[in-house]
């Protein structure tokens, strides 16, 4: 039952325990040739990589979110900690004229991120989950964590992203859901654009 004082973005319903939800199979997680890469339209042209020494360096940050897949399902209070999305912006910024941002994941998987989302306090590459490292099946060694958007633009086992310059669409972008995804305002669907 949804507790007295908490609500739900529209058209959920609460469950629990967390599902395992994604497309494809689970890839291994090889934390000593994983490299985080950032690229398309950087400030200066040039594509930077990270080593996971390198983030694991960063910045410890925490937080309790909740999390909503656009198949109308939500979960309460998760307890994230990773490092700041914002904190890899300032190590690699973008372009001036950069609005949207491709996350990009392991075996091909992509969403399209507004960068206004992804530079915002709460979007958190996140490396473990209620105080333990995540699990294969929910994106170790590191997945994007946006609350306030539906989960589909989380990607686990993400590897870096791509600053864009004209919208490109991801892996459920291009199947008929939403560019931006904001969860609040219900924008599941590429029809409401
Ligand atoms: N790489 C990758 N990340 C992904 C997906 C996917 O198919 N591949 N699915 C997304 C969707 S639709 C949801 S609801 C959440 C589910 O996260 P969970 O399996 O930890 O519950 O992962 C998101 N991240
Ligand atoms: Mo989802």
Request: hydrophobic fraction near 40%; aromatic fraction near 10%; charge should be negative.
């Amino acid at each position: 039952m949804l507790p007295a004082d908490r609500s739900l973005p529209p058209g959920q319903r609460l469950v629990s325990p967390l599902p395992v939800m994604h497309y494809g199979p689970v890839p291994r997680s090889r934390p000593e040739r994983w490299r985080f890469t950032i690229g398309g339209a950087t400030n200066d042209g040039a594509e930077r990589e990270f080593t996971w020494a390198h983030l694991m360096a960063l910045p410890a940050a925490e937080m309790v979110a909740d999390l909503h897949c656009a198949k109308h399902w939500s979960v309460l209070d998760q307890r994230w900690s990773g490092i700041r999305a914002r904190d890899m912006i300032d190590l690699a910024p973008p372009a001036e004229n950069v609005d949207q941002v491709l996350v990009f994941a392991e075996y091909g998987y992509a969403a399209t991120v507004r960068l206004e989302d992804l530079a915002s306090a709460r979007a958190l590459l996140a490396t473990s989950l209620d105080g333990v490292p995540l699990t294969p099946e929910h994106g170790a060694p590191m997945r994007l964590v946006i609350p306030h958007l539906y989960s589909w633009k989380g990607p686990k086992w993400v590897r870096g992203w791509n600053y864009l310059t004209a919208p490109e669409r991801g892996f459920w972008e291009e199947r008929g859901y939403h560019m931006r995804g904001d969860a609040w305002l219900e924008e599941r669907y590429a029809y409401q654009e």
